[in-house]
């Protein structure tokens, strides 16, 4: 049931600044005037409910967004590179495939998550005239774009959950209807993981349907099987409350509030989800007596006499479940409200930059996002270096080198260069 890819995205890189000058009537020897380049493109996941499985995605190895455009002339900024969105059906779940952190959880409709963010545009020149520089040479690189592996596994949905006491008949009536074949026994916890099984009507309508531990009291709190369980109905559309009725072990008019007080305590929204009771071993002894108190208790609810033994009252349960279902597709694919978009950020936020000290008044720079900077850098240019040494500044690298007891005239090391710190 689980479908699993691996893809690769990259965000674009932002656009490099632009280096240009001032050429206008009346101003001959204008000043800085060179644009910044645009951002790159981000990538996005984003749900769509016409998809059901990644069969699409099947043939992606790689995801890749627009690049920023550089900055032109007459501080005109560069354009911004095209986003990028993989589509995924409801239920998907993505990894960082390099260390199975969960990066998104995709469990509504038109979801939309950014993956790798796309770098900022480089600023153009005009950004760096100051008073004692007012000819910089020097534009900033544009930021390289996030990349990463992504690792895309779908869970099926069931669209409709057997829930109910221990021993009640769910996994019985999960054989009926479907061809899953699972753990069927008269002592409770038979059923440990959710089995899953298929049901397609005569009219060819079909959903997916799961048959859950039993639930008991105190569940919320993890009692029984507790949370496993009811962590994997949230996803259900429709909940099909079975309830025994022989009324042999207890009572099932308890048993009823009892597992909506445990559904409200794990989750309003769950307690409020359309369900339908399965008044079931109606063979029994006793059972007819039981209903009849039952539904003069619940005069509103939907109450559908059933034996699975017998496989009597099956037929119309199945109708019910499968028109609620669609009643429930129907009002997820009309809310075409969009998503906020949420920025996942892949990494924890940590400082661009670690400062070491090496001891001898010399001081270490050590960042990844410092040293592609510097590679950029004409260091015989000194406006450039100027300049460079401003980013840092900009970054708190000044601040954290003086806090961590730099002093005037050390030296500090960015990448392969040597600088003299000054206050
Ligand atoms: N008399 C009668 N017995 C039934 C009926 N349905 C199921 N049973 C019996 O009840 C017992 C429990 O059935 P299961 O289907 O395993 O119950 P369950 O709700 O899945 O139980 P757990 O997995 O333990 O939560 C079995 O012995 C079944 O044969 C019914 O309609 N009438
Ligand atoms: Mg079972």
């Not at 790159?40 to 920023?68: C, M, P, Q, W």
């Not at 007459?74 to 990028?84: L, N, P, R, S």
């Not at 569940?219 to 369980?229: N, V």
């Not at 694919?333 to 906020?340: F, N, Q, R, S, Y």
């Amino acid at each position: 049931m689980i479908d699993f890819i691996k893809i690769k995205v990259k965000a674009g890189d932002g656009g490099k600044g632009c280096v240009a000058w001032r050429h206008e009537k009346f101003y001959e020897n204008g000043g800085p005037f060179g644009g910044d380049g645009g951002r790159g493109g981000h990538v996005y996941i984003e749900v769509d409910t016409n998809e059901t499985t990644l069969t699409k995605l099947r043939f992606t190895r790689s995801v890749k967004a627009g690049n920023g455009e550089p900055g032109k002339i007459k501080k005109m900024h560069g354009a911004d590179g095209e986003d990028v969105t993989i589509k995924v059906p409801l239920g998907t779940m993505v990894r960082n495939a390099a260390n199975g952190d969960l990066l998104a959880d995709l469990t509504r409709p038109h979801q939309i998550v950014m993956i790798a963010k796309g770098g900022k545009g480089g600023l153009g020149n005009y950004h760096f005239a100051t008073a004692r520089n007012d000819a910089p040479e020097y534009a900033q690189p544009g930021e390289i774009g996030e990349s990463l592996e992504l690792q895309i596994e779908l869970r099926l949905l069931a669209d409709a959950g057997l829930i109910g006491f221990p021993s009640v008949g769910k996994s019985t009536f999960l054989s009926i209807v479907t061809r899953a074949r699972p753990e069927i026994a008269a002592y409770p916890f038979t059923t440990i993981d959710p089995n899953i099984g298929v049901v397609s009507l005569p009219d060819e309508r079909s959903f997916v349907l799961a048959d859950m531990p039993g639930l008991i009291e105190g569940a919320a709190d993890g009692k029984g099987l507790g949370h496993e369980f009811l962590r994997h109905i949230r996803r259900c559309r429709v909940l099909i409350h079975v309830i025994d009725m022989s009324g042999e072990e207890r009572d099932p008019l308890e048993d009823y509030v009892i597992i909506n007080e445990e559904l409200k305590s794990y989750d309003e929204e769950l307690a409020g989800r359309p369900q339908l009771i399965v008044a079931n071993k109606m063979d029994t002894e006793g059972a007819d007596a039981n209903l009849e108190r039952f539904r003069l208790a619940h005069p509103d609810q939907r109450i559908f006499p059933a034996s699975t033994l017998t496989h009597q009252g099956i037929d119309p349960i199945l109708y019910a479940v499968m028109d609620e279902i669609e009643a429930a597709r129907e009002a997820e694919a009309t809310d075409t409200a969009k998503e906020e978009v949420v920025v996942y950020r892949y990494e924890p936020k940590r400082p661009d930059f670690e400062i070491r000290n090496l001891g001898n008044h010399r001081w270490k720079v050590d960042s990844p996002k410092v040293d592609r900077l510097a590679e950029q850098v004409n260091f015989d240019n000194d406006d450039d270096t100027y300049a460079f040494a401003q980013t840092l500044a900009k970054m708190g690298i000044d601040n954290a080198l003086r806090e961590a007891g730099c002093k005037d005239g050390d030296q500090v090391i960015v990448g392969t260069y040597i600088m003299d710190f000054s206050d």
